[in-house]
């Protein structure tokens, strides 16, 4: 098992800049791809980002590419996604997941464990 817990979603104006953290604990964090997520009310849950176990591979989704950067720190056991230039639109649920699949997926159901969420907002 692995417990995830996401932090760091607040208010904030469009432009401004924010870090979301996630903590995990369990199994050893290096074992799993890492992955962010985002709900939006009233829509399906959708792939943000993601990295792979050593940190040396990223993709993004091409709503976020150039304004977000997915991070980690196998040490702390922990995953960082810095949003930058926010926007209404990216008003959500953002969600971390850890993966135990041997590629970097997008799909949510490759995601094994997931965390509670935390709401970011973005007032125009």
Same mark, same amino acid.
Not at 38 to 47: D, I, T, V
């Given at each position: 098992?692995? #417990?995830?817990?996401?932090?760091?979603?607040?208010?904030?104006?469009?432009? /401004?800049?924010?870090?979301? &953290?996630?903590?995990?604990?369990?199994?050893?964090?290096?074992?799993?791809?890492?992955?962010?997520?985002? #709900?939006?009310?009233? $829509?399906?849950?959708?792939?943000?980002?993601?990295? &792979?176990?050593?940190?040396?591979?990223?993709?993004?989704? /091409? &709503?976020? $590419?150039?304004?977000?950067?997915?991070?980690? /720190?196998?040490? $702390?056991?922990?995953?960082? =996604?810095?949003?930058?230039? =926010?926007?209404?639109? /990216?008003?959500?649920?953002?969600?971390?997941?850890?993966?135990?699949?041997?590629?970097?997926?997008?799909?949510?159901?490759?995601?094994?464990?997931?965390? #509670?969420?935390? #709401?970011?907002?973005?007032?125009?």
């Amino acid at each position: 098992q692995v #417990q995830l817990v996401e932090s760091g979603g607040r208010l904030v104006q469009a432009g /401004d800049s924010l870090r979301l &953290s996630c903590a995990a604990s369990g199994r050893p964090f290096s074992n799993y791809n890492m992955g962010w997520f985002r #709900q939006a009310s009233g $829509k399906e849950r959708a792939f943000v980002a993601a990295i &792979s176990r050593s940190g040396s591979t990223t993709t993004y989704a /091409d &709503s976020v $590419k150039g304004r977000f950067t997915i991070s980690r /720190d196998n040490a $702390k056991s922990t995953v960082y =996604l810095q949003m930058n230039s =926010l926007k209404p639109e /990216d008003t959500a649920v953002y969600y971390c997941a850890a993966s135990s699949s041997y590629y970097l997926l997008t799909s949510s159901g490759a995601y094994n464990y997931w965390g #509670q969420g935390t #709401q970011v907002t973005v007032s125009s």
